[in-house]
């Protein structure tokens, strides 16, 4: 017989000859007993040895898939639950609404930028008439006029004093009216006090430059028709030669230059409106309006009326901009 039998036949087996051990009377001394792996099992008929070879196989394969799932967790206590492993992304406004949120904030900049210039010229005439009536009779000369006083009183309320725009500058709009050319300066519209041409260099010591705002006031040879009107170049003094300077052809130098450049690239250029009266400070120019963006369309050179030459550019308002009456 082989081992599988004799632990059969044992007494601590599970043969039939163990089957009353109940009633047997208990050895005196109580020897340990080795419980094998057949003895899990339910107290049943005699098995063949082939069965009790497929119940140990199975009891081994039950134990060790028992603790390989043990060892790879794959029953967690705490499974992850969907919302955590679910990445969560932030919510994309649709193109129409950060758009419209993009123009309700530039539109609330612009009414902020368009209420200072206002508060600015408001001030200064404030300040202007203040000063006209502490002295009705200020006199000639550039320290004399009140309308350099006032910009120096109210130096620290300038508006749009960074870098020279080219284009529309905040706050001031089309048809804007203007007592004093200071006032042109203050706002950023025209920083050039005395030139008729303001002008940016694109870099520093540099030729290269752009035309950023012109102020006709119809001296020289100046033409308007509709929104077409021919600008003479500044410079030469073919009309007005004073001082120590001689009348002298133009050239396309500083702001003749700024035009051209401006002309070539297709860059718009700001026009400012002078119109004559007789209580003016400044060469009869009583009121200065905005007229809008115009563009060079050309550049020539030209005989003048004094025998000098005379650069003429010919400016094109744009379109889309609110009508001015020119009378």
């Known amino acids: 017989m082989?081992?599988?039998?004799?632990?059969?036949?044992?007494?601590?087996?599970?043969?039939?000859?163990?089957?009353?051990?109940?009633?047997?009377?208990?050895?005196?001394?109580?020897?340990?007993?080795?419980?094998?792996?057949?003895?899990?099992?339910?107290i049943g008929p005699r098995r063949s040895d082939e069965e009790l070879r497929r119940l140990i196989d199975f009891s081994k394969r039950y134990t060790a898939k028992i603790q390989s799932s043990t060892s790879l967790n794959l029953f967690p206590t705490n499974p992850p639950t969907a919302a955590a492993e679910m990445k969560i992304q932030p919510r994309k406004r649709p193109a129409e609404a950060s758009d419209s949120g993009d123009r309700r904030i530039r539109s609330s900049r612009n009414r902020d930028i368009r209420s200072t210039v206002l508060e600015t010229l408001r001030l200064f005439g404030e300040t202007c008439d203040r000063l006209l009536r502490e002295n009705p009779n200020p006199g000639r000369g550039k320290r004399n006029r009140v309308d350099y006083k006032a910009s120096r009183i109210l130096k620290n309320r300038w508006v749009n004093t960074g870098e020279k725009i080219v284009g529309s500058v905040p706050g001031v709009e089309v048809g804007d009216v203007f007592r004093y050319r200071m006032e042109l300066c203050m706002v950023g519209l025209h920083r050039r006090n005395m030139s008729?041409?303001?002008?940016?260099?694109?870099?520093?010591?540099?030729?290269?430059?752009?035309?950023?705002?012109?102020?006709?006031?119809?001296?020289?040879?100046?033409?308007?028709?509709?929104?077409?009107?021919?600008?003479?170049?500044?410079?030469?003094?073919p009309k007005n030669p004073c001082g120590n300077r001689v009348a002298s052809d133009q050239t396309f130098t500083g702001g003749n230059l700024a035009l051209k450049r401006s002309m070539e690239r297709e860059k718009p250029v700001r026009v400012v409106r002078g119109f004559h009266g007789t209580t003016s400070w400044e060469r009869g120019v009583s009121t200065y309006i905005y007229d809008g963006l115009y563009v060079v369309e050309r550049c020539w050179e030209e005989l003048g009326s004094s025998?000098?030459?005379?650069l003429k550019f010919q400016l094109r308002r744009m379109p889309g901009q609110p009508m001015l009456r020119r009378n």
Do not use: M
């Not at 051990?21 to 080795?34: D, E």
């Not at 025998?307 to 005379?310: P, S």
């Open 307 to 310: 025998g000098y030459i005379v």
């Open 2 to 42: 082989n081992s599988i039998d004799s632990r059969i036949d044992s007494p601590g087996g599970c043969g039939p000859e163990t089957a009353d051990a109940s009633v047997a009377v208990a050895s005196p001394v109580a020897q340990p007993r080795k419980i094998s792996a057949v003895r899990d099992f339910p």
């Open 196 to 237: 008729g041409i303001d002008f940016k260099r694109l870099s520093i010591g540099g030729h290269d430059v752009l035309a950023t705002c012109i102020v006709s006031s119809g001296y020289y040879d100046d033409r308007d028709v509709d929104d077409v009107f021919i600008y003479c170049g500044q410079g030469g003094d």
